[in-house]
């Protein structure tokens, strides 16, 4: 059976050019502009023929060096230059290999990779950029490819970072600033590139550094976010808010507010606040899991009685201690043993990986008995029963005698 010959792994000029290419893709040619660093002449190894190959295929050997004369700048007139080396062969005689490629300069290594107007390109708005924000140097260093990716866009970032270098934390909306070219879609897509500029433009004093990431870019520069809404609906007639039952207002506005109830329900899950039966002299508001912390500033709620409503599970508890931080009479409704035991078919499991199983002081003596059960595996393995899972004769039967 013939054997397919082995392929040489001798240098060509394609791993020539690959080499090149490497460093540009790793930002090293494009730092080097930025910090002045020389990285030119450079010299590249070659693989090589081995002795043996010069005796056995010293054919191909000729070939390869064909190949690499033809492409280099001997021929083409810029590019490498072969180094070359001299040996003395018992069979062939006295031959010259070449060694390494010698790149003489930038411009020649740009030549060969096609990255000429893509260098040029970036040391216009490298220049105009240092202009104005000589800090931007390090910056540029590091990632000079994301100048490039946004090159299109480049003159309009650089309006946004002087706008935010005499505008710090403005409190107002994105769709507010007023910068020429530059509307609220534009900041929103950019968010995280403009973190990494802004944090090296602006004095620490002008961004919070605990706001992390893009959705808190409001937060973090001093603007003003979507506001967090409260979401309750009214359970009587008798008190809809000018004919209207369900109603969803900025917190601020919930915490500011007067209703004439006496009773306030909070429950977890959304299609729950909206199924929720009616109550004289009620409302639910719709808590959102943990985002039961919106209420903690709501000063009314001291005067209400205040029913809590969640998941039979290690969260539903958890979520009840940090209510009852903030609201210490809170009282829970369908969160106790008999509903668990009455709606086995409907138990679930909670995540291994996410389920609570810290210490819980704030509870009442009956639900931390039955948190520990759940945390421990008293009832089986992770067992969860969320709200929606409850029959609503049993939710209905459970609120008349709230």
């Known amino acids: 059976m013939n054997r397919k010959a082995p ?29 002045g660093e020389s990285l030119f002449p450079l010299q590249l190894r070659l693989r090589q023929p081995g002795i043996e190959d010069i005796g056995a295929d010293f054919g191909e050997v000729q070939q390869w060096i064909r190949a690499l004369e033809a492409s280099s700048s001997s021929s083409k007139g810029c590019g490498y230059e072969l180094v070359w080396r001299e040996i003395n062969h018992r069979q062939t005689g006295r031959q010259r290999l070449p060694d390494a490629a010698l ?21 216009e708005l490298a220049a105009l950029t240092l202009a104005q924000f000589p800090q931007l140097a390090g910056w540029l260093r590091r990632r000079g490819h994301a100048l490039l990716e946004h090159a299109a866009a480049w003159p309009r970032v650089l309006a946004i970072l ?17 910068i020429p070219g530059v ?7 950019r968010k995280a590139l403009l973190i990494e500029l802004l ?24 603007l003003l976010g979507k506001p967090a809404l409260v979401r309750f609906r009214m359970l009587d007639p008798r008190h809809y808010l000018a004919g209207l039952s369900d109603v969803s207002v900025p ?25 929720f039966p009616d109550k ?30 969640g998941d039979i599970d290690t969260h539903g508890f958890a979520i009840l201690d ?24 409907m138990w679930g499991q909670e995540g291994e990986a996410t389920r609570f199983t810290g210490e819980l002081t704030r509870l009442s003596e009956a639900e931390r008995e039955l948190y520990d059960e759940l945390r421990h595996d008293v009832h089986g393995s992770r067992i969860r029963l969320e709200q929606e899972r409850l029959g609503f004769g049993w939710v209905s039967d459970a609120v008349a005698k709230a």
């Open 251 to 275: 917190v601020a506005q919930f915490a500011g507010a007067q209703f004439d109830v006496k009773r306030v329900f909070v429950t977890e899950n959304e299609v729950n606040g909206l199924a």
């Open 183 to 189: 509307d609220s879609k534009f900041i929103e897509s």
């Open 7 to 35: 392929v040489k792994a001798w240098s060509t000029p394609a791993d020539i050019t690959a080499q090149l290419s490497r460093m540009w893709d790793d930002g090293r040619m494009l730092a080097a502009r930025v910090s």
């Open 199 to 222: 944090d090296e433009v602006l004095p620490p004093e002008a961004f919070d550094a605990t706001a992390i990431g893009a959705r808190q870019f409001e937060m973090r520069y001093g």
């Open 280 to 309: 004289e002299s009620s409302m639910v508001v719709f808590g959102g899991g943990y985002g039961i912390d919106r209420l903690a500033g709501v000063p009314w709620l001291r005067e209400k009685d205040v029913i809590y409503w």
């Open 103 to 123: 790149v003489p300069t930038e411009a020649d290594a740009l030549r060969l990779i096609g990255r000429q107007g893509d260098m040029r390109r970036f040391e």
């Open 322 to 345: 940090r209510f009852r931080a903030s609201v210490p009479h809170v009282r829970s409704i369908m969160m106790d043993v008999a509903t668990l035991d009455s709606h086995r078919l």
């Open 162 to 178: 002087a706008w935010f270098s005499t505008h710090h934390r403005p409190q107002l909306y994105l769709r507010q600033l007023d």
